[in-house]
């Protein structure tokens, strides 16, 4: 569904700023795969979606969704292909329009805008329907302005906008981050259900070892911009927060000092 | 002050200020839609004139003229939006350099720096010779140029240049061509402000090459006060841009009430940059006391 190929993606080159952000990375997703991503600041996880995303372009390597080369494709082309979701509840939304329009913005994704009316009695029907699901109470609110909602509200609705038009791939980038524990784990228990649900693949960022545990057939971890493990199957089913400690110091030597306390 | 010549006066004023409502509302697209301070303004509000005269004179139906005003301030548009999303050039700087390339054109056009046009000659669509029937057809033109705005804006195209100016990120997310958005709301801002030129010229019976200088800052003006005055009664789109064209008629009243305080009319310029600031400030300044004070200035974000 997804292959990355041989990734590179310097930031700032030739500068006393310079970061290589991204080197060499090699992932294939199975469809329906559902990653999680581990590693510590500035491991790569949030560059390599970005990669995927088309935020800016890489130096070298291949971007392939479901056999399709997206390497050269703007990031709004590629929006196509994905749905994602960001670590700042603000990232997803537009605050200053209702939340019926965000969601016919997204409704609309990979179709050419033309100058027909933009949301359709149908399709609020539709919303009010996928609203009802989240029980958030957003159904009776279809002409409010996104910026009254909460974080978590906001997320919740960044993930129906994202899956509204069934992604290939979808792209949670610590998008419980910047919630409370309460809330980010609903809406965590929601983002399993939508992948559950659409048969979805997907990539989740999370600095939460129990949760990259917790979710997902498959779990990597990065750091200096690699992949320096990649667990699945029974053995990421039978995973604990020690193995994947003891595993994490294997992989990456003496850096295991710096990054526990972050990703313990 | 001569209460009589004050009263004598304000029609006037409330016809320009329709007028510069038109180019207001093309402010408004740019400033509070796309969230982009375009001062391309200042060249494209003349060459709307400049080219509405020079077709007239040529002996063009006048309304044919609207439309070629229109066209040449949307090209003038174009221009600013490839220079910023082709070319990387900042916002601001985009908009000064077509501005400053602009006076030249407007020159080519007009052949001089002004050229005049007689409402005894020429069927004009308005005049200031007769101020009512002024006020009567840039109404007109103004609801005219609401309504269609308020189709535009609610349809798929419309939506996505809004979102673009609201959350460029999630734009792109959603598959949205924001770079194309922000050139096609460039566009139509500035054939606004184009329309708006062709108009001025008739009613002040020429187009001069300094027509525009400082007509951002009406624009802006008009916005803000709109905003301002109007912000909490008028929510809907259509009504927000209704609160731009008022804002734009009570800056020509209050510029009429301070020249019968005995003011110059050179002295105008300071005054609208004095009365933008003014009103710029205000929101800052009850930002920052609240802040200061704890009280609950914040609550609407809550």
Redesign the interface.
């Known amino acids: 569904m997804l292959e990355l190929k041989e990734i590179y993606k310097t930031f700032n080159p030739n500068s006393p700023s310079e970061k290589k952000a991204l080197n060499g990375v090699n992932l294939t997703l199975e469809s329906g795969d559902f990653v999680t991503i581990i590693g510590g600041n500035g491991a790569g996880k949030s560059t390599m979606l970005n990669a995927i995303?088309g935020v800016w372009p890489i130096d070298s390597g291949h971007v392939m969704i479901d056999g399709i080369d997206v390497t050269k494709l703007?990031?709004?082309?590629r929006?196509?292909y994905?749905g994602?979701v960001?670590q700042d509840p603000?990232?997803?939304?537009?605050?200053?329009?209702e939340i019926e329009?965000n969601l016919?913005?997204?409704y609309?994704?990979?179709?050419p805008?033309?100058?027909?009316?933009?949301?359709t009695a149908k399709e609020r029907g539709e919303y009010k329907e996928l609203l009802k699901t989240l029980d958030l109470g957003l159904e009776t609110r279809l002409r409010a302005k996104v910026?009254l909602l909460s974080g978590g509200q906001r997320q919740a609705l960044t993930l129906l906008?994202a899956t509204l038009k069934k992604p290939k791939l979808l792209l949670l980038d610590e998008h419980t981050a910047a919630l409370d524990p309460k809330t980010a784990a609903k809406v965590l228990q929601l983002s399993d259900r939508m992948i559950a649900e659409h048969g979805l693949t997907a990539l989740m960022v999370t600095h939460n070892m129990k949760d990259a545990i917790a979710h997902g057939n498959r779990l990597i971890m990065m750091s200096n911009g690699r992949i320096i493990l990649d667990i699945k199957g029974e053995e990421k089913k039978k995973l604990t927060v020690e193995d994947l400690l003891q595993k994490f110091s294997v992989a990456s030597g003496s850096e295991f000092v710096n990054d526990r306390a972050l990703l313990g | 002050m001569n209460v009589m010549a004050l009263m004598k006066a304000l029609p006037g004023s409330v016809a320009q200020g329709l007028i510069w409502g038109l180019l207001a509302v093309g402010v408004y697209i740019t400033y509070k839609v796309l969230d982009y301070a375009d001062l391309t303004v200042d060249g494209s509000l003349c060459t709307g004139g400049a080219v509405a005269v020079m077709m007239m004179l040529a002996g063009y139906n006048p309304y044919l003229a609207l439309v070629g005003a229109t066209l040449a301030g949307m090209a003038a548009g174009l221009v600013t939006g490839v220079f910023h999303v082709t070319f990387g050039i900042p916002a601001i700087l985009s908009g000064i350099l077509t501005q400053l390339g602009l006076y030249s054109v407007n020159m080519r056009i007009m052949g001089k720096s002004n050229q005049a046009i007689s409402v005894d000659k020429y069927d004009l669509i308005l005049s200031l010779r007769n101020i009512p029937h002024a006020i009567f057809v840039s109404s007109i033109f103004c609801v005219i140029a609401i309504v269609v705005l308020y189709w535009?804006f609610?349809?798929?195209?419309?939506?996505?240049i809004?979102?673009t100016g609201?959350?460029e990120?999630?734009?792109?997310?959603?598959?949205?061509?924001?770079k194309t958005m922000k050139i096609v709301g460039l566009m139509i801002s500035n054939g606004l402000v184009g329309l708006a030129g062709a108009f001025y010229a008739q009613y002040q019976g020429n187009a001069d090459v300094n027509m525009g200088r400082g007509a951002i800052v009406i624009g802006l003006a008009a916005v803000i006060i709109g905003g301002v005055l109007f912000g909490r009664i008028f929510r809907n789109f259509a009504m927000r841009l209704v609160g731009v064209i008022f804002g734009a008629i009570l800056y020509f009243v209050v510029i009429t009430v301070v020249l019968q305080l005995g003011l110059e009319t050179t002295d105008l310029k300071l005054i609208s940059a004095l009365i933008v600031a003014a009103f710029l400030a205000v929101p800052y300044l009850k930002g920052q006391y609240f802040i200061k004070h704890g009280k609950k200035g914040g609550k609407a974000?809550a």
């Open positions: 995303a703007p990031e709004h082309k929006a196509l994905l994602r960001f603000m990232n997803g939304t537009a605050a200053d329009m329009e016919a913005l997204a609309r994704r990979g179709q805008r033309g100058l027909r009316w933009g949301i910026g906008m | 535009f609610g349809t798929e195209l419309g939506r996505s809004r979102a609201n959350n990120n999630m734009s792109r997310a959603q598959g949205i061509n924001t974000n």
